[in-house]
C-alpha cells in the first residue's frame, strides 16, 4: 500500500484505528542505548520501544518476531508498557540481531507487536 492511501483514509475518516489502516513501512532497529524499536512510518506514525533486560535465555527458544528457533545467546528479553501504563508490562523474548530477524520477521508480524503495545 503505498503511503498516499493512508493519508486519503485519514482525511476522509480522521478517527480510523491505525489496525484498519493499509501496512505502511515497517522499521525494526535497535537504538544506541540497546532499545528495540518497532517504528510504523505514516500518517501517522507509530512507535514502540522495547526496553532491553539484563541477561540471556539459558535455553534454546523462539522469536517473537520472526518466530525462529535459535539459542539462548542470540537472544534477548525486552519489555515495554502495555498502552503506556507503567503498571502493566509486556514481556518479550527477541533476537539481538534485530537487522537479522527483520529479514525474516513478516512485516504483519511486527505491526501485530507495534499495535498490541500502543493500542491495548
Not at 503511503?3 to 476522509?12: D, F, K, Q, V
Amino acid at each position: 500500500m503505498e503511503h498516499e492511501e493512508r493519508e486519503l483514509i485519514l482525511e476522509l475518516f480522521p478517527g480510523t484505528s491505525p489496525e484498519l489502516l493499509p501496512l505502511g513501512e515497517i522499521l525494526y532497529y535497535r537504538d544506541e542505548e540497546g532499545r528495540v524499536v518497532i517504528l510504523e512510518k505514516g500518517p501517522p506514525e507509530l512507535r514502540l520501544e522495547l526496553e532491553p533486560l539484563p541477561g540471556t535465555a539459558q535455553r534454546p527458544q523462539v522469536c517473537e518476531a520472526c518466530h525462529r528457533h535459535l539459542s539462548g545467546s542470540a537472544l534477548g528479553f525486552f519489555r515495554h508498557a502495555v498502552g503506556g501504563k507503567r503498571e502493566h508490562l509486556r514481556y518479550l523474548v527477541l533476537c539481538l540481531d534485530t537487522q537479522s530477524c527483520a529479514s525474516h520477521a513478516p512485516p504483519r508480524r511486527l505491526r501485530e507487536i507495534l499495535l498490541r503495545g500502543i493500542l491495548t
